[in-house]
């Protein structure tokens, strides 16, 4: 059985990973359309985004590599097995009916591994079992310490997400407006860093959100990812 704190840490990851998995299947499903479409410098700011760092050996090889390549930290398939490994250690505190949608998208993923190619019926697909697993931790699990840890990994990955790929403020707003909202419910000395909650208060506001800005983006980017204390 986990430690206390292994466990909220395992909690956090597995509501990031399973986010990173959603979010990542949708981004990579439009990179799979500028490849097809040859627009290399679209293709490259992408890359640039998702901080790929493995080398493919042709585009094709790429679209499959992003995909389907679980040992490098970009993918969808590396986002969902992170997910299962995470999920495997909290046996005593997530359903079965939870960690049975993660297999079955990780089944699904293998199956068109082998075809090197999601259709639009396997996106649906894994969508629906993303979806599914979160309907089912809110529905299912009353462990409310669970819970609010797996959203906040869920927030804090769709703001990071969400920033990398210069997506509207109104979107990274949303999210940090009730990631502070759990903050002031839960006790934000117990989960986060609280000078670097202050920092992206001042940080994610409308006067100071540019992305546009290699040092802001990098800046922010650091600090939401050491928001929570692990």
Not at 163 to 177: G, L, N, P, T, V
């Amino acid at each position: 059985m986990s430690s206390p704190d292994s466990k909220a840490s395992n909690l956090y990851i597995l509501g990031r990973c399973m986010e990173r998995f959603y979010l990542r299947l949708h981004l990579l499903t439009k990179f799979d359309d500028l490849l097809q479409e040859g627009r290399e410098e679209e293709c490259a700011a992408f890359l640039r985004n998702l901080e790929n760092e493995v080398e493919y050996e042709s585009p094709e090889a790429l679209r499959i590599g992003l995909l389907f390549d679980d040992t490098n930290c970009v993918t969808v398939a590396h986002a969902l097995r992170s997910a299962r490994e995470a999920a495997a250690t909290l046996r005593d505190t997530i359903i079965s009916e939870a960690l049975t949608f993660i297999q079955r998208a990780e089944d699904v993923l293998h199956k068109a591994s082998r075809k090197e190619f999601l259709d639009p019926t396997d996106v649906r697909t894994l969508k629906d079992l993303s979806l599914a697993f979160w309907g089912s931790v809110g529905e299912r699990i009353y462990d409310r310490h669970a819970i609010v840890m797996m959203k906040i990994g869920r927030l804090v990955e769709h703001i990071e997400m969400n920033i990398r790929f210069d997506y509207r403020f109104y979107r990274i707003r949303e999210a940090f407006d009730e990631l502070l909202f759990i903050a002031d419910l839960e006790g934000k000395e117990e989960i986060f860093d609280t000078l670097t909650l202050d920092m992206l208060k001042r940080m994610l506001s409308q006067r100071e959100y540019n992305t546009a800005d290699p040092d802001y983006k990098n800046a922010v980017l650091h600090a939401i990812n050491i928001l929570v204390q692990q």
